[in-house]
């Protein structure tokens, strides 16, 4: 299994601030990776596919980049509602495989 | 609007079968695919599987002696059975649409069910 190697485990931030969460996959993963959020309610939704595509609804302070093994996940500019979890999840080869996940609080 | 809902069983015994089903209004079963995730205490997440608009089903390969996913059309509603469950099967279960589009080029879960927390124990 492709192992996702998700940096850092959790992160403080304040209001505004510009963050970077980072994917390190054990192989290359040809741009096939999501970004996931999941808020304290258990609500999960999808924020980025396919490296950086921004999925209908998600706001634009979201972006995703990366190619080979590294991919990375910014949020230009934090709102009060962006502290959370994010996952990475890789669907080059099966199964796919999710980061552990970064846990988002406010500073 | 799309919207899953999780129901089944909170508490299963060691070496029972857990069974779930995940009811969808707002879209067609036969009409995406659909699949499973399951979440362990400490945040580390799984796919488990998913289950294609015509109704063939992919697995996790550490799972497939174990699991089956099914569906019935006619109630719009898709189903996780897993066997011979233990402890390490606590988690809490997902269901979701799988976008999957351009070969598998996209390939994405879209819509999520709320989760239902399931534990193994005697």
């Known amino acids: 299994d492709i192992q996702m190697t998700q940096t850092p485990s959790s992160m403080t931030a304040s209001l505004g601030e510009r963050v970077t969460i980072s994917c390190r996959a054990s192989q290359g993963i040809n741009n096939y990776l999501n970004w996931y959020q999941q808020k304290p309610d258990g609500t999960i939704k999808p924020l980025i596919y396919y490296t950086s595509n921004l999925q209908s609804g998600v706001p634009s302070r979201f972006s995703g980049s990366g190619s080979g093994t590294d991919y990375s996940l910014t949020i230009s500019s934090l709102e009060p509602e962006d502290f959370a979890m994010y996952y990475c999840q890789q669907y080059d080869s099966s199964p796919n495989t999710f980061g552990a996940g970064t846990k988002l609080e406010l500073k | 609007e799309v919207q899953l809902q999780e129901s089944g069983p909170g508490l299963v015994k060691p070496s029972q079968s857990l069974s779930l089903t995940c009811s969808v209004t707002?879209?067609?079963?036969?009409?995406?695919?659909w699949g499973w995730i399951r979440k362990f205490p400490g945040n580390k997440m799984e796919w488990m599987g998913y289950?294609?608009?015509?109704?063939?089903?992919s697995y996790n390969p550490s799972l497939k002696s174990r699991i089956s996913i099914t569906r019935d059309t006619s109630k719009n509603q898709f189903f996780l059975h897993l066997n011979s469950v233990n402890t390490e099967d606590t988690a809490t279960y997902y269901c979701?649409?799988?976008?999957?589009?351009?070969?598998?080029?996209?390939?994405?879960?879209?819509?999520w069910g709320q989760g239902v927390m399931v534990t193994v124990s005697s």
């Open positions: 707002g879209s067609s079963i036969s009409s995406n695919y």
């Open positions: 979701a649409r799988l976008v999957y589009y351009y070969d598998g080029a996209y390939n994405y879960f879209d819509y």
């Open positions: 289950i294609t608009y015509s109704g063939s089903p």
